[in-house]
């Protein structure tokens, strides 16, 4: 995975209203702090190398919004319609993204660390090289998702929807859930501990464990 490749010291303050100065949206170079955005409108805006702090993004409707080289602290994004979106070397640290939605998006080379994202959609998405660490995953929709070199790091999985999406090479062992909605000849390959495994015997092969 490749981290953004953004410097603190060589941005400039800002705020992202900033954006409405560029006829094409874009925002780049800044690091905001303790800013309000919400409600807001735009068809595919265009940030890169900048960080945001402290952030209450809810409730915005950014379709085909590009991110690159980005840093994301503290912010909130839930309920936010960021569909079609591409978000590539960016980093989300300690951030709300509970119902956000990003269907058929790509995200390449993401993290997202001690985040809560439940009920967040990703359905459709292809996702690379990115890691999903200690965070809330609990009834995300991952359904018919391309996943290529992806970690998931001790998340919080419960009643997650892998429906239609391939786990091969996929390791779901340190992550908790009693159940994930998934088929079962998408589970090959996938690498699980003995719970895990054992609770999915007891769905796909109906065996009784005593």
């Given at each position: 995975?490749?981290?953004?490749?953004?410097?603190?010291?060589?941005?400039?303050?800002?705020?992202?209203?900033?954006?409405?100065?560029?006829?094409?949206?874009?925002?780049?170079?800044i690091?905001?702090?303790?800013?309000?955005?919400?409600?807001?409108?735009?068809?595919?805006?265009?940030?890169?190398?900048?960080?945001?702090?402290?952030?209450?993004?809810?409730?915005?409707?950014?379709?085909?919004?590009?991110?690159?080289?980005?840093?994301?602290?503290?912010?909130?994004?839930?309920?936010?319609?960021?569909?079609?979106?591409?978000?590539?070397?960016?980093?989300?640290?300690?951030?709300?993204?509970?119902?956000?939605?990003?269907?058929?998006?790509?995200?390449?080379?993401?993290?997202?660390?001690?985040?809560?994202?439940?009920?967040?959609?990703?359905?459709?998405s292809?996702?690379?090289?990115?890691?999903?660490?200690?965070?809330?995953?609990?009834?995300?929709?991952?359904?018919?998702?391309?996943?290529?070199?992806?970690?998931?790091?001790?998340?919080?999985?419960?009643?997650?929807?892998?429906?239609?999406?391939?786990?091969?090479?996929i390791?779901?062992?340190?992550?908790?859930?009693e159940?994930?909605?998934?088929?079962?000849?998408?589970?090959?390959?996938?690498?699980?501990?003995?719970?895990?495994?054992?609770?999915?015997?007891?769905?796909?092969?109906?065996?009784?464990?005593?």
């Open positions: 995975m490749i981290f953004p490749k953004v410097n603190e010291a060589s941005l400039n303050k800002g705020s992202f209203f900033h954006i409405y100065e560029n006829e094409d949206f874009e925002l780049y170079n690091l905001s702090q303790k800013e309000v955005i919400e409600n807001q409108i735009i068809c595919h805006p265009i940030i890169y190398k900048s960080i945001f702090k402290y952030a209450f993004f809810a409730s915005n409707d950014f379709q085909r919004m590009e991110i690159t080289d980005c840093i994301f602290e503290n912010c909130d994004f839930s309920g936010c319609i960021l569909t079609k979106s591409m978000l590539h070397r960016v980093k989300f640290v300690n951030c709300k993204l509970t119902g956000t939605k990003l269907m058929e998006s790509y995200i390449g080379n993401t993290l997202f660390e001690n985040c809560k994202m439940d009920y967040v959609n990703l359905s459709g292809n996702i690379k090289e990115s890691t999903f660490e200690h965070s809330v995953l609990s009834s995300a929709d991952f359904v018919d998702c391309s996943l290529t070199k992806i970690m998931f790091s001790t998340n919080d999985l419960e009643n997650a929807s892998f429906f239609d999406t391939d786990l091969k090479n390791d779901l062992s340190s992550n908790s859930f159940m994930i909605e998934v088929r079962s000849e998408h589970l090959k390959n996938c690498t699980l501990n003995q719970l895990q495994a054992l609770g999915f015997a007891r769905k796909f092969l109906q065996i009784k464990v005593v």
